[in-house]
Structure formats: structure tokens, C-alpha cells
């Protein structure tokens, strides 16, 4: 299913939302030419600013760089925008903004959104908890993942797996610190953890691809 340009709207605030999905959909079947072609398209062809769709851009290009793909120079223009936005403000967004900064090798952006994490625990509306308890080990986690510390990737996103939901976002959207888990978790030789979390995706998603390749690779990992 090729996404056609004709047929977008302007008068749905969630379109962007709406293109995500249906990636996400290929993103499944291993179409990576069509997750591009959403992303260069209708997701972030016009590069916007606002946050919902800069994190629908993140969420696409970090399930590409799980999978090892090279986006080219998409990383930079996403985190240049946000480069301008306020970190520290909502940590759902911090995470999100974390994958561009990590995926476009942009160092001084991630101490920035760090420290600005670190001040907002310090807080006392739902943010600060949010930030404390999910937000903030995730975007170390994602950062780990970057410097290619995957056994400091997973200790970081196994505690927060089961309280993720705190710091909001759908289950769709929250399925990408699963997916860094799994990925984290069979780069780093962790035989028995990623066979448990390939096993734990394949009961629940029985007859999605993904799944598969993860099942098999693990199975792969405990043979060599």
C-alpha cells in the first residue's frame, strides 16, 4: 500500500498521526522503501515543528536505526528542530527528542536535554515524577544505545518496562523502548533475555514478521 500524496488532508490535526500508523504497519513487514517514502512524504516531508509530529519523525527513524538502516542526513534536519524546542518540559518528548540527537551524533544537544532532565526532577508537578521515574532512565538508555553500550541499555529499560505508561504515549508508541530493549538485549549476547522477550512478542504478536526475524535471531544468538 503506497502512501499517494493526493490524498492528504489539512483538516485532521492527527494526519501525521494517521501516516505513522500505516509505517508502522510496513515497518512490520520489513518495507522499509515504504517507511521512507511515508517519512519523506506525508510523516516529515514538510519538517515541522510541532512536537507531536517531530515525535512521530524520531519514533520512525529510531525503529529504522534498531534495524540497522541508514537514513542519511534525515537524522540532522529532525534534530536541528529539535534543537529549538524546550527539553525538559515533558519527558515523553525528551525521549523522542533524545533519539534524533543520538541518531544524528550530536553531542552537545544530549548534555543540554540531560541537564535539563536532571532539573526538572527536581520539580513538583507530574513532569518532575514522569522525568524521574521513566523519562530520564530512557533517554540514558537510548543515549547507551548510541555510544553502543547495549548491556547499559538494558539495565537501564528493564525496570521501567512495567511503569512506562506514567510518562504517556499509546501502547504503539511505547512499543519503541520494547524494541530498543530486544535489539539492546541480542547485541549484547544476553542469550537468555532475548530469547524471553523474543518469545514474549512472538505470544503476543503471532503473526507479525518482526517477531519472526526477533525469534529467529535469538535463536541464532544461543547456537553461536
Known sequence: MRANPEAWTKESFLQVHNWWHLALFHYDLGETDEVLALYDGPIYGKRSTLALNMVDASAILWRLHLGGFDVGARWAALAANWAKASAGNYAFNDAHAMMAFVGAGQEAPVRTLLEAQREATHGNDDNAAFTRDVGHPLTLAIKAFGDGNYAETVRLIRPIR???????????????????????????????????????????????????LFSRRAADLSEN
Request: proline share 4%; glycine share 6%.
Open 162 to 212: 512495567t511503569i512506562a505508561h506514567r510518562f504517556g504515549g499509546s501502547n504503539a508508541q511505547r512499543d519503541v523502548i520494547d524494541l530498543t530493549l530486544i535489539e539492546a538485549a541480542l547485541r549484547s549476547g544476553d542469550h537468555a533475555l532475548a530469547r524471553a522477550l523474543a518469545a514474549e512478542r512472538t505470544l503476543a504478536r503471532p503473526d507479525s514478521p518482526l517477531s519472526a
